[in-house]
């Protein structure tokens, strides 16, 4: 098996592997090895190495959000009112408590965090907002924007 140039790096066919994988998790080392033009076993080794390297962090199920009901996705910014670390440690541990924020990230500019929240509809999602997120430590405004179409939403 060739490796990488240098420690860390990917060559042309740990990318493969890695991009083949992005779009089907459940391919089988059988079809995975065809797509990437290596035989099963090296196919199988690199596997392996980008998983103990932690480049893949395990497989999922990608869900289909319309098929759940949930067709309203919202961007919501978070002001803080303390940003001292452990103000940030107790809002992080609380948002991970909501199931309807998909994704939170904190940002540097005007605003601490934004979160990308998916419900139902803009109903639910005004409840979600009052009840749960406007809840959350230290919070001291928010403010809304909503999805009108999503043009490309798949993760890295």
């Known amino acids: 098996m060739a490796k990488a140039t240098i420690a860390g790096e990917l060559d042309a066919f740990d990318r493969k592997i890695v991009d083949a994988l992005a779009d089907d998790g459940r391919m089988s080392i059988t079809d995975l090895s065809e ?12 596997l ?17 959000p319309q098929k759940f009901g949930l067709d309203h996705i919202a961007f919501t910014e978070v002001k803080l009112s303390d ?7 107790e809002f992080n541990t609380a948002v991970k408590k909501l199931r309807e924020v998909e994704e ?7 605003f601490d965090y934004l979160l990308k929240v998916r419900t139902a509809d803009i109903r ?8 749960k997120i406007s809840a959350l430590p230290h919070v001291a405004s928010t403010s809304t924007f909503v999805v009108m179409q999503s043009v490309k939403d798949k993760g890295f």
């Open 83 to 89: 940003t001292r670390e452990k103000a940030l440690d």
């Open 124 to 131: 639910r999602y005004r409840i979600v907002l009052g009840e």
């Open 48 to 64: 392996k190495r980008l998983v103990d390297e932690g480049y893949i962090t395990g497989f999922r199920a990608t869900l289909n």
């Open 104 to 110: 939170c990230h904190m940002i540097a500019g005007s």
């Open 35 to 46: 797509k990437v033009g290596l035989s099963k076993t090296p196919c199988q080794i690199r």
